[in-house]
């Protein structure tokens, strides 16, 4: 069985850090790629950045150059580094890992950015 733990979200002003960490646990080995999500209210489920198994990373137009993704495959653990929040980040932000063509979510972990 495959677990999925979010920690680091909280609320932050505008113009503030954090860093989000997401560990999975269980028989798992080889993960490819690992990636970040977020909803906020009323909205649909929005990729946010993602890192392949060889270090790739894509990320979402509006967060690029302010967020971070990266992976330490040792721990099974992928950070987002979010920098210079925006109002517009608020949202519940969702761990999600590809293995063996599976992906599996975890529980989420809310951001509120206030202005």
């Known amino acids: 069985q495959v677990r999925l733990v979010e920690s680091g979200g909280g609320l932050v002003q505008a113009g503030g850090s954090l860093r989000l960490s997401c560990v999975a646990s269980?028989?798992?080995?080889?993960?490819?790629?690992m990636g970040w999500y977020r909803q906020a209210p009323g909205k649909q489920r929005d990729l946010v950045a993602v890192v392949d198994s060889g270090g790739s990373t894509n990320y979402a137009d509006s967060v690029k150059g302010r967020f971070t993704i990266s992976r330490d495959n040792a721990k099974n653990t992928v950070y987002l580094q979010m920098n210079n929040l925006k109002a517009e980040d608020t949202a519940v932000y969702y761990c999600n890992i590809d293995f063996r063509y599976t992906n599996f979510w975890g529980q989420g972990t809310q951001v509120t950015v206030s202005s």
């Open positions: 269980g028989t798992i080995f080889s993960i490819n790629a």
